[in-house]
């Protein structure tokens, strides 16, 4: 699950959480609970019992759980076997388990590097 890339695990929303607006990270995030609201981090996990309702702008995206919204994801993108996404996917890679379910359209784009400025992510071709 975690590459050399990927940094050490900073935010962690437990399963009996729930998160309302906007969450910024430049590390990795992992959700166990519910997150209603857009995140934007290096590398966004989503476990079994986790859910997203809102847009991610991440490098790397790995959902166990549910993403309802779109996806930007710099690097790529994994739905797990009990993963489900419903929006679009916009990666340079896209990876779906046998089980795993993709509701939306998917987007191949140039590999991006995530720069932070204050609270908003701004992607810069590499």
């Given at each position: 699950m975690f590459s050399k890339k990927?940094?050490?695990?900073?935010t962690i929303i437990g399963p009996e959480s729930t998160l309302r607006g906007e969450l910024t990270s430049k590390g990795t995030v992992k959700i166990d609970g519910h997150i209603e609201g857009n995140v934007t981090a290096d590398?966004?996990?989503i476990g079994e019992g986790g859910t997203l309702t809102g847009d991610a702008t991440v490098r790397e995206v790995v959902v166990g759980g549910r993403i309802i919204g779109t996806v930007h994801a710099t690097d790529g993108a994994d739905?797990?076997?009990k993963g489900e996404v419903c929006g679009?996917?916009?990666a340079a890679r896209l990876t779906i388990a046998e089980?795993?379910?993709f509701d939306g359209r998917?987007?191949?784009q140039l590999?991006?590097?995530?720069s932070y400025i204050g609270?908003?992510?701004l992607g810069k071709a590499i």
């Open positions: 990927q940094p050490r695990l900073d590398c966004l996990i739905i797990q076997s679009d996917i916009f089980g795993g379910r998917s987007t191949m590999q991006k590097k995530i609270d908003e992510a």
